[in-house]
């Protein structure tokens, strides 16, 4: 009876043990290049980040890429891991015989025989398998570490492009404290670089800009040019939103040197939008517009489609400085519809404020408070605390100057 229970669990793993297709192998080590790109670093994407992203350990990642056998629901859960739909026609099973998942143990090493050894050589063989049990035990116990930090890395940056700004707190938290621990150069200056991007989007301006500061001195000694370029392109943002813009003018200018010098078009996009909006919120729109076509232009035959949507939105509050109202609310309800489609409340709140501007410009009050009402309901949903201030501003018809300027500012960034 005990054989024949043994010989059925051994079936049932070798029908549970299935692969990627080759499709579903291309998508996903595509939606993990995507993902290390948008962090902005250097380097390639190494086994343990990629096995971080993944939630998976190094061995399995090897399984996966080899496209050998694994149990389904690791698959599935691998591909949430980075924001992939599952499609069951993304696996197929194995049919070689005695394919199967992995069960993490070693193969018997067959016994030989002792008779007539020296007994040192007993004791030598002794200790070089005890020292390389501990070299091997202590770099699977770093191997893991890295890829526990990579791993929550990951969770906080799904947390934050999902908008669940308090999850992406607590990950980014416990990611930042597990690279200073170790003093990971690369998982400090990623891990606090996101913390700063998490501050921004919950309006902790002052505490972003503290954070990017602290990654770019953590990135100068390691030559990391393509992360350098990206936490200046966020802190020339930050920067900007509190009225600073003489330094995020500096800031996004040694940005797009650096994106350039690394060939990072997307990021010289993102930086020349920076420059755009500083001269826009300047009132010069001839140089906005030369620095939004700068950005468009970088990226015509590379549809990053969010980028030139928001690139669309900051032309359309430029017709709205120049009284062109209808061309300027045809374009941001064209945005708001695509930000709804993402299901990403924050950049639906900022496009409300942009059209509730627009309406209040052109001398139509109940129709800026109704989106401003709507704009006010999103930065709640999020926790982002300066977005709903400004809403109530942008309501309050006694508001100073100052705070209108400030309201103007989050209206380009």
């Known amino acids: 009876m005990k054989v024949s229970m043994s010989m059925g669990n051994g079936n049932n793993r070798r029908q549970r043990a299935v692969r990627l297709t080759d499709e579903a192998l291309e998508k996903l080590n595509l939606r993990c290049l995507k993902e290390w790109e948008s962090m902005g670093l250097e380097g390639r994407l190494s086994r343990p980040r990629k096995a971080g992203m993944l939630g998976v350990s190094i061995s399995t990642l090897d399984r996966i890429t080899r496209q050998e056998g694994n149990d389904r629901t690791v698959l599935v859960a691998a591909f949430k891991h980075v924001g992939l739909r599952w499609e069951d026609r993304y696996c197929e099973p194995l049919h070689k015989e005695g394919a199967e998942v992995a069960d993490g143990l070693a193969a018997p090493i067959p016994s030989t025989p002792s008779r007539n050894r020296p007994w040192f050589v007993l004791a030598t063989l002794l200790v070089v398998v005890v020292v390389g049990l501990a070299i091997q035990g202590s770099r699977s116990v770093h191997e893991s570490a890295r890829v526990n930090r990579y791993a929550t890395l990951a969770k906080a940056r799904a947390a934050y492009n999902g908008a669940n700004y308090v999850s992406a707190r607590r990950y980014i938290q416990q990611a930042v404290e597990m690279s200073r621990a170790d003093w990971d150069a690369n998982a400090m200056v990623e891990s606090i670089g996101l913390q700063g991007q998490i501050h921004a989007a919950q309006g902790d301006l002052a505490k972003a800009v503290d954070c990017f500061k602290e990654a770019l001195s953590i990135a100068a000694p390691y030559n990391q040019e393509n992360a350098r370029a990206f936490l200046f392109e966020n802190l020339g943002v930050a920067e900007a939103r509190l009225g600073r813009l003489d330094d995020a003018e500096e800031h996004l200018l040694k940005s797009i040197e650096g994106f350039r010098k690394t060939l990072a078009p997307s990021g010289v996009a993102m930086a020349a939008r920076g420059l755009g909006s500083v001269a826009a919120v300047q009132s010069d729109l001839a140089?906005?517009?030369?620095?939004?076509?700068?950005?468009?232009?970088?990226?015509?035959?590379?549809?990053?489609?969010?980028?030139?949507?928001?690139?669309?939105?900051?032309?359309?509050?430029?017709?709205?400085?120049?009284?062109?109202?209808?061309?300027?609310?045809?374009?941001?309800?064209?945005?708001?519809?695509?930000?709804?489609?993402?299901?990403?409340?924050?950049?639906?709140?900022?496009?409300?404020?942009?059209?509730?501007?627009?309406?209040?410009?052109?001398?139509?009050?109940?129709?800026?408070?109704?989106?401003?009402?709507?704009?006010?309901?999103?930065?709640?949903?999020?926790?982002?605390?300066?977005?709903?201030?400004?809403?109530?501003?942008?309501?309050?018809?006694?508001?100073d100057a100052r705070r209108q300027a400030a309201v103007r500012l989050e209206e380009f960034f």
């Open 287 to 399: 140089e906005s517009r030369r620095w939004y076509d700068v950005a468009s232009r970088t990226l015509k035959d590379k549809p990053q489609e969010a980028i030139h949507v928001d690139i669309r939105a900051l032309r359309a509050l430029l017709a709205r400085d120049e009284g062109n109202f209808d061309l300027a609310l045809r374009e941001l309800e064209d945005c708001l519809a695509y930000w709804s489609r993402q299901g990403h409340p924050r950049w639906q709140a900022a496009t409300l404020m942009q059209i509730a501007s627009v309406h209040r410009t052109a001398g139509r009050q109940p129709d800026a408070e109704a989106a401003i009402k709507r704009a006010k309901a999103r930065y709640e949903s999020v926790g982002d605390r300066r977005g709903v201030e400004l809403c109530a501003d942008f309501l309050d018809q006694s508001t």
